[in-house]
């Protein structure tokens, strides 16, 4: 039996040019799970960093992380969505 190997990927080391980090969000989003979008946003946040987002957006550095890390659904309307929404616009 051949072992494979495998490397760890890090997303956010690939976000070095704005068209990188534009390619890399219109991906998520042609994809349609909400949950995807959230894990792009949060590869974004983590590359920008999170506390630099927290504070632009005026959140809590803890809030952002729950908002872009949790395993609850991201629904229309609920208050993650929400704080997505503010996050985003620091990014």
């Not at 894990?39 to 987002?53: E, F, H, Q, V, Y």
């Amino acid at each position: 039996m051949t072992k494979t190997t495998t490397t760890i990927w890090d997303p956010a080391a690939h976000h070095s040019t704005a068209d990188n980090v534009t390619a890399y969000l219109e991906a998520a989003l042609q994809g349609g799970d909400p949950q995807l979008v959230a894990a792009a946003l949060g590869d974004r946040a983590s590359a920008k960093g999170m506390g630099k987002i927290a504070l632009e957006a005026g959140l809590v550095r803890e809030s952002l992380y729950k908002t872009l890390f949790c395993s609850e659904k991201l629904l229309l309307g609920s208050p993650t969505y929400r704080l997505t929404q503010l996050s985003t616009t620091s990014l």
